[in-house]
């Protein structure tokens, strides 16, 4: 069911007041080397004080829509940073996965469970009444999963913005660039490095798993069927009693719409305890099992379990290079009035 949050006028006080509660969870990278990070022209043209003038109350309004919609739902923020993962790794950063309909991006099977398009929508309806044709919804999506990191616990970090919304979301280029749960380490490297990422980002940013939840499927090549009609353990690296957590979850026949937290420890919190659940053997999907088994990608996993700032510290750099994959700025693209229509 699609949810909406009304805009009646006691919501729109709420939300402006929300505003004022900026500084009560901000945890800023100010150091970071934002620039540096911004290597192709597009991305150049990127920056953290594009709305200065023309919608100063920008990244606000948006925080003000985010923290709205998770306190009603507190699923929202593993929703929308998701989001910006199926939206960054296709067209790029540019707002394509948010738009409805059949042959769009959010048509193919790999999208279907994708959740929280309300919320940037929600917010996009917002600064329309506050600044009309300025703010993109890609611009709004890369805010929105911001501040669903650090409404979470986790960082709130300096973004560039000026993102400008794609004119062409295609189903048929979701598979050819999406991330597979039962990819290989070198083929997740493949499609990350086809979008300028590194190994280290895969690595860092395979720490968004420490909020959220996976459904079932995702994860049942790790294991096999009974003829009795019983899960049991086909994957070994798997803690066995963990797995068999999991398949008590995951019965054979367990509607398609069950699902597992990602991180069995601290499921709703934003913090670094998804590479301590991966050292334990406890990684949810193959795709997670494999940093810590991968010699290439376990030291990065040992370092951040032992340290949350420099987990942080990291996610800080490698947000800010998802966020401005394959941008569209200047003359490309447009200022969409509505996020979810082309």
């Known amino acids: 069911m699609e949810h909406t949050i009304p805009f009646t006028s006691t919501n729109l006080m709420e939300v402006v007041g929300a505003m004022k509660l900026d500084q009560a969870f901000r945890f ?25 003038f023309s919608c100063p109350n920008a990244e606000l309004l948006v925080r003000g829509a985010v923290r709205s919609a998770s306190a009603m739902d ?31 991006e959010s048509s193919d099977p790999a999208n279907k469970s ?112 009974t003829s009795n009609g019983s899960l049991v353990p086909a994957d070994n690296s798997l803690d066995s009693n963990y797995a068999m957590e999991l398949a008590n979850k995951c019965f054979a026949g367990a509607s398609d719409s ?29 795709s997670d099992s494999i940093l810590v088994t991968d010699p290439r990608t376990k030291s990065r996993v040992q370092a951040f379990a032992q340290s949350p700032e420099k987990f942080f510290a990291s996610w800080a750099d490698s947000f800010v290079k998802l966020s401005t994959v394959g941008v569209k700025t200047g003359d490309q693209g447009q200022i969409k009035v509505s996020c979810t229509n082309m």
């Open 114 to 225: 994708l959740d929280g398009f309300y919320v940037v929508e929600s917010a996009k309806r917002l600064l329309e009444i506050w600044c009309p044709g300025t703010v993109s919804c890609a611009d709004i999506l890369v805010l929105a999963a911001r501040d669903a990191v650090g409404l979470s616990g986790g960082p709130s970090v300096e973004v560039p913005l000026g993102r400008r919304d794609g004119i062409i979301s295609s189903a048929s280029d979701v598979r050819p660039n999406m991330v597979d749960t039962v990819f290989s380490l070198d083929q997740m490297m493949q499609r990350f490095a086809a979008k300028g990422l590194s190994i280290d980002d895969l690595v860092v940013l395979s720490g968004a798993h420490t909020i959220g939840s996976s459904h079932c499927r995702t994860f049942g090549d790790r294991f096999q069927q």
């Open 258 to 286: 069950t699902s597992v937290a990602n991180d069995p420890v601290t499921p709703s919190t934003f913090d670094n305890q998804y590479y301590a659940n991966l050292l334990a053997n406890k990684g949810l999907l193959h």
């Open 74 to 104: 507190s699923t929202v923020p593993a929703k929308l940073l998701r989001l910006l993962f199926h939206d960054c790794l296709v067209e790029g950063c540019d707002g394509s996965v948010l738009v409805q309909g059949n042959g769009a």
């Open 28 to 52: 800023s990278f100010f150091g970071l080397s934002l620039f540096a990070l911004l290597a192709s022209p597009a991305a150049a043209q990127l920056s953290p004080g594009f709305y200065s």
